[in-house]
C-alpha cells in the first residue's frame, strides 16, 4: 500500500503542474453577472469617494482640536475652509 501511495505520488508531482495560476478574472471576472452590474451602476450614478473618519474627543469643534488635527502628520484628508 506504501508502494502503490509513493508510485501514485511521484506520477503526480511529475505529471500535474500545481503552480497557481492568478490571471486578471482570478477574483472578479469581466464576464460575471454581479460585477457587469456593478460597473452599469457605477457608470449611471457617479460618485466621489467618501472617508469616514472615527474621532474620540469631547469637543470636535474647538479651536484647539483642530489646529491639533490640521497640523497632525497623520492627517490624510485636507478640509475646504
Same mark, same amino acid.
Given at each position: 500500500?506504501?508502494?502503490i501511495?509513493g508510485?501514485l505520488?511521484?506520477l503526480v508531482?511529475?505529471f500535474?503542474?500545481l503552480?497557481?495560476?492568478?490571471?486578471?478574472n482570478f477574483?472578479f471576472?469581466?464576464?460575471?453577472?454581479?460585477?457587469?452590474?456593478?460597473?452599469?451602476?457605477e457608470? @449611471?450614478f457617479?460618485?466621489q469617494?467618501?472617508?469616514?473618519?472615527?474621532? =474620540?474627543? +469631547?469637543?470636535?469643534?474647538s479651536p @484647539?482640536?483642530?489646529d491639533?488635527f490640521?497640523?497632525?502628520p497623520?492627517a =490624510?484628508? +485636507?478640509?475646504?475652509?
Amino acid at each position: 500500500m506504501v508502494v502503490i501511495t509513493g508510485v501514485l505520488f511521484a506520477l503526480v508531482a511529475t505529471f500535474v503542474d500545481l503552480k497557481p495560476v492568478v490571471d486578471q478574472n482570478f477574483f472578479f471576472s469581466t464576464n460575471d453577472p454581479g460585477t457587469q452590474q456593478t460597473k452599469e451602476i457605477e457608470r @449611471r450614478f457617479p460618485s466621489q469617494p467618501e472617508v469616514i473618519l472615527a474621532v =474620540s474627543s +469631547r469637543d470636535i469643534s474647538s479651536p @484647539r482640536y483642530w489646529d491639533e488635527f490640521k497640523n497632525s502628520p497623520n492627517a =490624510s484628508i +485636507r478640509l475646504m475652509a
